[in-house]
């Protein structure tokens, strides 16, 4: 499990309920390292402005990391994390690699604002 | 950044002292005033515990034998907090005011706050080649993360840049991943510690391109080779590589306070024995001032006596 203070996808289960339960989700899938640490923090610092966001991270190494991996929208990612933003259970963004605050905020706004 | 920042009719919150940066030296700085009943404000750009997240093993921090450097930043974080020191990370400086008794700075979203003192612990960022094609491959190829990233490049052939210490060892460390690792290099010889150069030379799957200036990373979706060229022939030389790991040394994040403190040629910030820059009342620590050796311990010394001459000048006035 990853040490943060967001909701942790940790089966199969959880990510289709995950997806499916909640309009707009924003998932991290990565590891406790120092490229996917800043991308978790971000989430947890801009959490609140955005309550119509489920904000959730995934342990790149876990059980349910397949449901990621797997993405189409994630083939050529090269670099944790991989962050994905669902609306209505479908991808509408993808990035690998750490991410600034502004990035993911305008990413945030584009599609659940 | 406005220098000429003087509106306080929007003054949210009032602090003894302002540290801005949440690294090692800053935290510490904060655990040392919230310590000594000091209001105390850390300001961080991104993430609390700076550079020192990029270390996933540190085994020479006196007093504990091994662990990481997040693991570090989670304790002084929570450590600096548990003195009543308050932390704002993910936050954007809008304006900032050094001058005169009052120090002001604003940040976006967040409002205006002041202190008699400020203490810059900015620290650095690692340096990129400034190519458009390497900000456009990142997390496609193109790392800065030998540990986080290296498990993706299995059997691959790729390259890492950089002559330094960090370069030869995370060049090394890939060959347990990659079939084949090129390091190239701006000059002709190498800035590494002799004995990594050695390890380097001797391990069958590293090569060298010497002498080179990198051109451009070329791929659409993903990294398949690196353009470099001799820097004295002009030849142009194409590696091919699916990966390609950055390590060419970090640079001061001080541009914020340039012209608003003395900095030295290469950016970083002057400071006298006190730590005390060119302007009353403001301190730096950490690896945005100038000096010869950068660890964890030199930022958490840094942090320890620029917050001990804050103490002393906040008791005078």
Redesign the interface.
Same mark, same amino acid.
Request: net charge positive.
């Given at each position: 499990m990853l040490d943060t203070n967001l909701a942790h996808c940790e089966s199969d289960q959880e990510f289709q309920d995950l997806i499916n339960k909640h309009e707009n989700v924003m998932l991290c899938c990565g590891? !406790? *390292?120092? !490229?996917?640490?800043?991308v978790y923090?971000?989430m947890e610092?801009?959490g609140p402005d955005y309550d119509a966001v489920k904000f959730s991270d995934m342990d790149f190494d876990g059980a349910a990391a397949s449901n990621v991996r797997q993405l189409a929208e994630v083939q *050529?990612? !090269? *670099?944790?994390p991989f962050t994905v933003y669902f609306k209505n259970g479908q991808v509408v963004e993808a990035? +690998? +690699?750490?991410q600034?605050?502004?990035q993911v905020k305008s990413i945030l706004d584009k599609h659940f604002k | 950044m406005d220098p000429s920042y003087d509106d306080f009719d929007r003054v949210v919150s009032e602090y003894d002292v302002i540290v801005l940066g949440g690294g090692p030296a800053g935290l510490t700085a904060g655990i040392y005033l919230g310590r000594a009943k000091f209001k105390t404000l850390i300001i961080d750009t991104?993430?609390? #515990?700076g550079q020192m997240?990029? %270390?996933?093993h540190v085994a020479n921090y006196p007093g504990v034998e091994e662990t %990481? #450097?997040?693991s570090i930043a989670k304790t002084m974080r929570k450590q600096a907090q548990s003195f009543g020191c308050e932390i704002l990370? @993910?936050s954007?400086v809008a304006a900032m005011q050094l001058e005169g008794e009052r120090k002001s700075v604003e940040v976006v979203g967040k409002g205006v706050f002041t202190s008699k003192v400020v203490i810059i612990a900015s620290g650095g960022v690692p340096r990129t080649l400034g190519l458009a094609s390497e900000k456009r491959l @990142?997390?496609?190829?193109? %790392?800065?993360?030998a540990?986080?990233?290296g498990d993706?490049?299995t059997d691959m052939e790729i390259v890492a840049i950089g002559g330094g210490n960090s370069a030869l060892e995370e060049a090394v460390a890939l060959t347990a991943y990659a079939s084949k690792v090129t390091i190239i290099h701006e000059f002709d010889h190498f800035q590494a510690e002799p004995w990594i150069v050695e390890e380097a030379k001797k391990n069958p799957k590293v090569h060298f391109l010497m002498h080179q200036e990198i051109q451009d990373f070329i791929g659409e979706?993903?990294?398949e080779k690196v353009v470099c060229t001799h820097k004295t022939s002009g030849e142009v030389t194409e590696v091919l590589a699916? #990966?390609c790991f950055v390590f060419i040394g970090y640079v001061p994040k001080t541009d914020a306070f340039s012209g608003m403190v003395k900095l030295d040629e290469r950016g970083q910030i002057i400071t006298d024995e006190r730590l005390a820059t060119s302007v009353p009342g403001v301190f730096a620590a950490g690896d945005c001032r100038v000096k010869r050796y950068r660890q964890i311990t030199t930022a958490v010394a840094d942090g320890s006596i620029a917050a001990m001459a804050a103490i002393e000048e906040l008791n005078q006035s």
């Open positions: 590891r !406790m *390292g120092p !490229m996917c640490l800043p923090d971000i610092t801009v *050529g990612f !090269m *670099g944790l990035t +690998s +690699s750490i600034d605050v502004d | 991104g993430t609390a #515990g997240i990029l %270390s996933y %990481s #450097g997040a990370t @993910q954007k @990142q997390g496609r190829g193109v %790392s800065y993360c540990t986080c990233d993706f490049f979706k993903k990294l699916a #990966g």
